[in-house]
């Protein structure tokens, strides 16, 4: 018989770096999931993606056992190591701070193919491009009609 779901907790964690500081301590230790056993076992899942911000979905059972799904990094996070920028524009429609080139949201497009709503990859450059736009990151070049 399936266990029985409690709920889904969806957290942003760095890889490699999981703690039972907060935000990873209180939001598990509320719902009577063992901490330092999802530490351990996220930090040796991320060893390979160390520093980088990752989603990460974590559903727990009444039972109190969790299993969790680790998702690619935001396209926002990935666009900004594009850039090589720290942070977005404070007023992206008036001041760009960077730009970057088709191919590089192609690259960005296909990580994020798994994780995102679009059936083609054309969709998916579309909406990293339109991430970019809101970050007052210009993408320079013609659209790429002959993928």
Known sequence: MAKE????????????????APPVGPALGSK??????FCKEFNART?????KVLPVVITYYTD??????????PAAVQLLEASKQ??????????KIASVTWDQVKAIAQDKMPDLNCFTIQSAMKLVAGTARSMGITVTGEFPTDL
Do not use: H
């Not at 060893?47 to 520093?51: E, F, S």
């Open 64 to 73: 109190k056992s969790y299993d969790f799904v680790i998702k690619t990094p």
């Open 47 to 51: 060893q390979d993606k160390m520093g």
């Open 5 to 20: 779901i409690g709920g889904q907790i969806k957290l942003q964690i760095q890889g490699g770096k999981a703690s039972p």
């Open 86 to 95: 720290k942070s977005g524009s404070g007023e992206p429609n008036r001041k």
């Open 32 to 37: 009577g999931i063992n901490i330092m056993a």
